[in-house]
Structure formats: structure tokens, C-alpha cells
Nanobody, 125 residues
Framework: QVQLVESGGGLVQAGGSLRLSCAASGRTFSSNAMGWFRQAPGKEREFVAAISWRGSDTVYADSVKGRFTISRDNAKNTVSLQMNSLKPEDTAVYYC??????????????????WGQGTQVTVSS
């Protein structure tokens, strides 16, 4: 199994930045596509960003394109999400996800097999 632990969430003013990190353990990390999703209270969990196993291919939701950057460091078994120009609508619990069989990322939740517990991001106006 794969265990994922997110960190880096917090409270930030609109226009500010946060960097989320996800630490993976228990399984070969470099062979897995990774993704970030978020869920606001009463809302569906939505796709944010994904990255391929080698880190060369990335995909972003339209809502975060140009503001967020996903990256990974396979030597350290981590994936990160740099969030800039944050908006109040970015407020949500952010979840790290990993695929057990896919090398390339996807915006679909069904693409992923492992999920972290989430980290809260709150953006004040």
C-alpha cells in the first residue's frame, strides 16, 4: 500500500502564496502518477493538478492554470503544489492522490487509488 501525508496548508490573504507538500511511503513512488484535488464544504471534490511519473508532463484545472504549479521529487518521495495569487474561492481541503498503475496524470478521481487525509487551505479576502 501507499501512504500519503499532506502538509503546508494554512491561512493566507488573497493574493498570497502557499506551498503544499505530499510525502509518500510504502511503495515505489516514481512509477506513479500523482495528483492534487480539493474539496470545499458542500461541494464535489474537484481536480486541481496532476503530474506524470517522471514529472515532465503536467495538467491543470482551468481554474488554477497559470497560478498553481505541481512538481515532484522522486528521490525524496514528495510531490508539491505551489499556489500563487490565491483567491478566496481556492479555500478547500486539498488532497494528494496517487495511482497504483498509471504513469500519467488524469483529472478523474477514479484514476487514483491512494489518497491522503488532506490539508486545509483558507484564503481570506
Amino acid at each position: 500500500q501507499v501512504q500519503l501525508v499532506e502538509s503546508g496548508g494554512g491561512l493566507v490573504q488573497a493574493g498570497g502564496s502557499l506551498r503544499l507538500s505530499c510525502a509518500a511511503s510504502g511503495r515505489t513512488f516514481s512509477s506513479n502518477a500523482m495528483g492534487w484535488f480539493r474539496q470545499a464544504p458542500g461541494k464535489e471534490r474537484e481536480f486541481v493538478a496532476a503530474i506524470s511519473w517522471r514529472g515532465s508532463d503536467t495538467v491543470y484545472a482551468d481554474s488554477v492554470k497559470g497560478r498553481f504549479t505541481i512538481s515532484r521529487d522522486n528521490a525524496k518521495n514528495t510531490v508539491s503544489l505551489q499556489m500563487n495569487s490565491l483567491k478566496p474561492e481556492d479555500t478547500a481541503v486539498y488532497y494528494c492522490a496517487a495511482s497504483a498503475s498509471k504513469m500519467y496524470g488524469s483529472s478523474s478521481r477514479s484514476h487514483y487509488d491512494y489518497w491522503g487525509q488532506g490539508t486545509q487551505v483558507t484564503v481570506s479576502s
